[in-house]
């Protein structure tokens, strides 16, 4: 586990832009249990792919002219057991940080794992993403 004032401002990137943290199982359950609508989830971390592409591929792709209704993100490394839950829902895709995942109405329908992130750009990772939110938002 991460020291809470080391990885702070790396949360605070995401919900700083809208995103909602999920600190616990029990808050991951519930939003999963709302199977309306579409969702993002982002699977922070605190590695290098996270700080130069992951987080600012999610943010590019959040301005895109459709979006989900609701964008979330759990932080792996410091709140174990709710990214544990998030990835229950991301089966069959195996464990990623970071990673991000798009459920409409419930089933999840686009998946984004690390290798798909690592070495990527932010641009790339946030045209991957737009592209998933046009086709399904």
Known sequence: MYPI????PMAKDLTDFGFNELNTPEQVDEVM????G???????????????????GA???MQNAKVPTKAYTVFAGVHKEATDRA???FLPYPPSSP????????????MLER???????????????????????
């Not at 004032?5 to 702070?8: A, C, D, Q, R």
């Not at 989830?41 to 592409?53: D, E, K, L, P």
Request: glycine letters at 6%.
């Open 38 to 56: 579409t969702m993002l989830i982002v699977v922070n971390s605190v590695c290098g792919c996270a700080a130069a592409n992951a987080r600012p």
């Open 59 to 61: 943010k590019l792709a």
């Open 33 to 36: 249990a709302n199977k309306e």
């Open 87 to 89: 990835r229950d829902y």
């Open 5 to 8: 004032e080391l990885v702070t």
């Open 115 to 137: 290798h798909h992130i690592e070495g990527n750009s932010a641009q790339a990772i946030g045209q991957n993403l737009a592209q998933a939110f046009d086709e399904y938002c």
């Open 99 to 110: 990673s991000m995942a798009i459920f409409k109405d419930g089933k999840l329908v686009h």
